[in-house]
């Protein structure tokens, strides 16, 4: 039994999009997605579902004898890096998005062997400041220990 896909609207049209061109290009990882976001139950909310969502952090095995990675889930043509970033149309991308932590999913990969990806958490790994939070300190006040221009303090 598949675990539940629950996607955020914000994210819905731009999967379905990606999922459907990837169809019309005749990519098994675009049916897959395809088949998934027909499943999901879409939530429109301020308040994001904790699910798999893209551009956000998530910690997962491919496997249970596989070690954890975190990767931000983002759209293929977001895609850079493969030590940060791991594309939707990627089979374990695929399998992972709207999923909770702690669902196991089963998924092909491009080799055409069967996979169990496990979601960990949806923090960032430690140590790591996410953008949302480098953002939103750049954007508060200064407090009363920093400069105006930015300098930091002087010496008296």
Known sequence: MNPPVSIASRDFGRLRQIAVQALASRDPVGRF??????????????APPLTVRLDDWVTFRADDDQPLESR??????????N??????????????????????????GVDGVQHVATVESL??????????????????????????????????
């Not at 997605?33 to 301020?46: G, M, Y």
Request: proline share 12%.
């Open 33 to 46: 997605l395809f088949s998934e976001l027909e499943r999901a139950v879409v939530i429109d909310s301020p």
């Open 72 to 81: 931000i889930l983002v759209l293929p043509g977001h895609y850079r890096r």
């Open 83 to 108: 030590a940060l970033h791991l594309s939707v149309l990627s089979p374990v991308g695929a399998a992972l998005v709207g999923l909770r932590p702690g669902a196991r999913m089963h998924y092909q």
């Open 123 to 156: 923090e960032p790994p430690e140590g790591v400041i996410s953008l949302m939070q480098r953002r939103s300190a750049r954007a508060r006040p200064p407090s009363s220990g920093d400069h105006p221009n930015g300098t930091g303090p002087t010496a008296a």
